[in-house]
Nanobody
């Protein structure tokens, strides 16, 4: 079955960096777009970034553009989120997700989700 397992979260000071990983299994990874979303306490889940199946095209939320980079390694069935210049408002549980068909910022366009990894940015 489809499995998505995130790792790399933790506690970091403002201005610091973290790299999240999402290991995928149970499907042909190179055929699907992937996305990262996040959810802060008391808030709705929000889009962070997405990447096409080939890795040649990406899209970002305005709030993270220029600070975060999404990438993927299709040979290793893994998608990454490099997060730089972290801010306290980036604190959230971060989820990776597999798209149903095309890459999108809409969570309803994603069929499978990981369990999430906590990112906490202290001021």
């Amino acid at each position: 079955q489809v499995q998505l397992v995130e790792s790399g979260g933790g506690l970091v000071q403002a201005g610091g960096s973290l790299r999240l990983s999402c290991a995928a299994s149970g499907f042909t990874f190179s055929s699907y777009a992937m996305g990262w979303f996040r959810q802060a306490p008391g808030k709705e889940r929000e889009f962070v970034a997405a990447i096409r199946s080939s890795g040649r095209s990406t899209v970002y939320a305005d709030s993270v553009k220029g600070r975060f980079t999404i990438s993927r390694n299709n040979a290793e069935n893994t998608v990454y989120l490099q997060m730089n210049s972290l801010k306290p408002e980036d604190t959230a549980v971060y989820y990776c997700a597999r798209a149903k068909y095309f890459y999108s910022s809409n969570p309803s366009e994603y069929a499978y989700w990981g369990q999430g990894t906590q990112v906490t940015v202290s001021s």
